[in-house]
């Protein structure tokens, strides 16, 4: 027996000095270079450290592979968190168990394949329990727009994005997409916590998304991913900041600021949406904040400030379903809880039936129409308050005869067509304790107890609500520690978000000669100033950074005259291009383009705003490429004369739903002699949740223009959703119509004066052509 015991003593003992043994020998190598990365990666056990060194690693596709354990994993890092940088033609690819990734920075260049980062290395190796941390992507864009990618895929299950920064994505695709595809990828529990998702230029159309979590075809499937205190900070992609398209997802506690979208509940049942902040301005109307589709899901005590956008992107938009809708589409809106939020400074923040269209059955198959209302869908314990025009708190665009109302307070009167004794109007006082952040003076607590709503244990900021309750997302009193947004708790340590702003250097010119040197030279957002007198300029002036050129004498233009230039357009808007004419007079010789963009590789948004200048003798005023995109063409107090063609920006044909600028303003301005093309801008396909672009024609003249337009249309703005024309003059222009306005989304002119310059159309409803 003796011996037994001293045999197991033994065994024991020199086991244990084996498993520390095994323990001393995990590694931490420092690699140089990607033949080292391979090495390290191929010998990596649980617990190694992969050091890559500081520097620029170009043209990498690093494949991390391994197998780690939930107490040692495999760690692939940066020698120094940030200084380790990833360009060109490089991404990353994951595959194995408890492996994490942090400190690296993605920057000037963009990914081969279709992801930058993916937890998935090849057909047989995705990821599980891994983490991607402390990580930075930034304008890692593809040179084409129109190529699609993605900077974050999550495959596998429990794998984590977090304590990330990733901004600038101006290509088609989603900046996060969660794949379902496969019972290896459901009831994931993936984890995008604590990022900073930076800003997302708009791109004019659909596939802008920043986070997408599964797709139609997995939309019934169970995901269970969770997104949570993440920062969104301007991110205007498109409608959907994030699409949530499958089931069981959470959204907790993140805080979107000034976001063009909304958060989408796209397709898939039972998401939870709880202690979100929604901040709008007073700017736009297109900031939004939650949109439901589908059912089961709850919404509870989220903070909504000024966002005043309507129908898709109002505060709440409860969307009509199609009757027995195919995946990709809308279903019905049933058993959803909206309970204990706060609408502060939201004109309209109820709007139901959103996508109503029985009106529409002439331009739309029977498939397309959505007709089925909100069906079990309760409303309870929601605050109002408005300081102005609160007084119409619901929009309906068809029956709510399946929504119930309960203990919801307003301050000021309902005056909306819904009516319900559960729309309480009462006379209460808010504090302001920040900018955004306004609090009742004293808690409501007479609240409805609705099914299950015990579930919801605590408010905005963390109150108990079993102690205390009451109407709306935050109880009293307020710690005033948990209140303030501290923007460094989101994304990396190491990261510094606010860029200082370099002052502007005013640069003095008397010579066309030494101008294109100038601009070249100049930085970002410098001023060249002109002296008066003409300039001669005999090659195309690349402007690939903002720049201002003004003339010195604010009496007299100063004169580019571009008439010997034979090498392509007076201005050639490259990506990041921002043009800003000031009291300048443009001469051309009618071949050349006075503003084109590059034919290809428009990666990025440019800018052009003419001011208080004159533009005369070109083939064409602004001139863009397929693919290219402009967020804002601004016309002010300026003379286009005896040109050929006039601003175009329609060379989005496919009717996808995407266009060339989203913002197309002329005020104060003059068109003399312009031949056809006098205005060109197009959205063509059925996107209708595409609430873009915007033209704006105000206190403006159009004489002698469109002689050579084959449509006989002077202003040409088919598919183009805000339009005003307003306060105009029409004259001798010879054409049937100055433009075709489109009933349905409002557009009517105003206050014009027309002579001899045909009329304008109204078309209630527009036959497009459908993309899905």
């Given at each position: ?16 000095i ?21 090495n ?25 592979k ?55 290395a ?49 290509n ?18 993936h ?38 205190n ?49 901040i709008?301005n ?23 400030y ?23 589409r809308?279903?019905?809106v ?16 109820f ?23 909100p ?13 102005t ?39 209460f ?17 007479d609240?409805?107890?609705?099914f ?47 860029k ?123 001139k ?32 996808k ?9 002329v ?79 409002g ?26």
């Amino acid at each position: 027996m003796k011996s037994k015991l001293l045999y197991y003593l033994c065994f024991f003992i020199l086991y244990s000095i084996s498993i520390s043994c095994q323990k001393s020998v995990v590694s931490s190598v420092l690699v140089h270079n990607i033949d080292e990365y391979n090495n390290a990666v191929t010998n990596a056990k649980a617990g190694d450290e992969i050091v890559l060194a500081n520097g620029i690693w170009k043209d990498v596709e690093l494949v991390f592979k391994g197998k780690g354990t939930s107490d040692n994993p495999i760690k692939l890092k940066a020698e120094t968190a940030g200084e380790v940088f990833i360009e060109g033609a490089s991404n990353l690819k994951i595959g194995g168990k408890y492996l994490e990734v942090s400190g690296l920075y993605f920057r000037n260049g963009y990914t081969p394949s279709e992801t930058v980062i993916e937890f998935f290395a090849d057909k047989e190796t995705f990821a599980n329990n891994c983490k991607v941390t402390n990580c930075v992507i930034e304008d890692y864009t593809q040179p084409i727009k129109e190529d699609t990618d993605h900077w974050v895929e999550f495959w596998g299950r429990n794998n984590e994005l977090s304590n990330c920064y990733l901004a600038g994505k101006s290509n088609f695709g989603p900046t996060i997409r969660v794949f379902l595809k496969g019972n290896e990828h459901i009831n994931n529990y993936h984890k995008i916590i604590n990022n900073y998702f930076g800003p997302r230029p708009r791109k004019g159309g659909p596939h802008g998304e920043t986070l997408q979590i599964g797709d139609s075809g997995t939309s019934m499937t169970p995901s269970n991913t969770i997104v949570s205190n993440n920062y969104f900070d301007r991110c205007n992609g498109e409608v959907e900041i994030i699409s949530s398209k499958s089931n069981n997802n959470e959204f907790r506690n993140n805080i979107f600021f000034e976001c063009e979208g909304s958060l989408v509940l796209r397709h898939g049942n039972y998401s939870t949406i709880d202690g979100n902040i929604f901040i709008g301005n007073d700017n736009s109307n297109f900031i939004g904040g939650i949109r439901v589709i589908n059912t089961g899901h709850w919404i509870t005590n989220n903070y909504f400030y000024k966002i005043n956008g309507s129908e898709f992107r109002s505060a709440l938009a409860v969307m009509n379903g199609i009757p027995k809708s195919p995946l990709n589409r809308y279903n019905q809106v049933t058993d959803v809880v909206v309970a204990y939020n706060s609408y502060i400074n939201c004109k309209s923040p109820f709007n139901f039936s959103v996508g109503a269209n029985v009106d529409k059955k002439d331009v739309l198959p029977a498939s397309e129409i959505r007709s089925e209302r909100p069906e079990r869908t309760i409303v309870a314990n929601n605050l109002i308050y408005n300081e102005t025009n609160g007084e119409y708190p619901i929009v309906n665009y068809d029956k709510v005869d399946g929504v119930t109302f309960k203990n919801n307070l307003i301050n000021s009167d309902n005056k909306s067509d819904v009516k319900s004794d559960g729309i309480i109007t009462k006379n209460f006082e808010v504090n302001k304790l920040l900018d955004w952040l306004y609090v009742p003076t004293q808690n409501n607590e007479d609240v409805h107890v609705g099914f299950d709503f015990d579930t919801i244990k605590t408010d905005l900021f963390g109150n108990v609500r079993k102690e205390s309750n009451a109407v709306g997302a935050i109880l009293l009193p307020v710690n005033e520690n948990k209140i303030k947004i501290n923007k460094k708790a989101y994304g990396p340590n190491w990261f510094i978000v606010e860029k200082v702003k370099q002052e502007a250097k005013i640069i003095n010119v008397s010579s066309g000669v030494n101008l294109q040197n100038e601009i070249q030279n100049a930085s970002s957002g410098d001023i060249i100033v002109l002296n008066s007198g003409v300039y001669n300029v005999n090659q195309s002036l690349v402007i690939n950074k903002r720049i201002t050129l003004k003339s010195a004498d604010n009496t007299s233009k100063t004169t580019l005259n571009f008439i010997e230039n034979k090498q392509g357009a007076a201005f050639q808007m490259h990506p990041k291009g921002n043009l800003i004419l000031e009291n300048i007079l443009l001469d051309g010789n009618s071949n050349q383009d006075a503003i084109a963009t590059l034919d290809k590789n428009m990666s990025r948004a440019f800018n052009i705003w003419i001011k208080n200048s004159e533009i005369n003798n070109f083939k064409s005023v602004l001139k863009v490429s397929k693919g290219s995109f402009a967020d804002t063409v601004y016309v002010a107090k300026s003379t286009i004369k005896n040109c050929i063609n006039g601003i175009q920006l329609a060379e989005e044909i496919e009717d996808k739903g995407d266009y060339n600028a989203e913002f197309l303003v002329v005020k104060d301005s003059k068109f003399e002699g312009v031949q056809k093309n006098v205005i060109n801008y197009y959205r063509g396909g059925y996107d209708e949740s595409t609430i873009g672009g915007n033209l704006e024609i105000t206190n403006s003249e159009f004489t002698n223009c469109g002689k050579l337009e084959e449509t006989n249309i002077l202003i040409k703005s088919r598919g183009i959703v805000n339009v005003e024309i307003s306060n105009n003059k029409f004259l001798n222009n010879p054409v049937k119509l100055i433009a075709i306005l489109w009933g349905e989304k409002g557009q009517k002119p105003l206050n014009n004066t027309i002579s001899n310059s045909g009329k304008f159309e109204i078309q209630q409803n527009l036959k497009l052509k459908l993309m899905y």
